[in-house]
């Protein structure tokens, strides 16, 4: 702190003066220290199944209790069906059938995690549980071990946490683009 900004010797505009100086200084020094410091890149932790995945927090959006679905006929097995959620039909996608797993089990904590509006698609991931954020700068990058091995192209990193649990970064973005995603139909 300024020992001048509150000087008896000072007048109060003085002070105040030496006092906004200050603060500025600390705060650009803030603002350096946060420009440099190592950036946290937070990702929601789902359980899908058998699969640990982490999702872009951008490229999700409302997470939901799993709503009553209405099943479509003549669609591929991952695509559960389409629900109401607050106005707006969206299509319930279970990603463990959808890579050649077994049916995500559907339980008091399961959870859809609907994709953000932004990709165009009304869409959402059935989870069988939500984990909650994590950050992956504290994991470390790994090779994939089944099941995770099975999630091919829509892959960002897969990674290796503090306890050993393997973990899929998942690209919404690139999942709600590819063809065979948005074509539901058999």
Known sequence: MDP????????PRAQSKARLREFQAQLAKRIREASTAAAVHPRLAIRVGELNILLDLAETGEI?????????????PWYLGLSNVRGSLVGLVDMSIM????ATPVESNSRAVLLASKLGVNAAILATRVVGLRNVDEFTVDTPDEPQAKLGGFVRAHYRDTAAVQWAEISLKMLSRNESFLQVGI
């Not at 001048?4 to 007048?11: D, E, G, I, V």
């Not at 939901?64 to 591929?76: A, D, E, I, Q």
Request: aromatic share 4%; net charge positive; glycine share 8%.
């Open 99 to 102: 890579f050649g797993g077994p």
């Open 64 to 76: 939901v209790s799993v709503p009553k679905v209405t099943k479509v006929p003549l669609t591929l």
């Open 4 to 11: 001048m900004a509150n000087s008896p010797t000072l007048t």
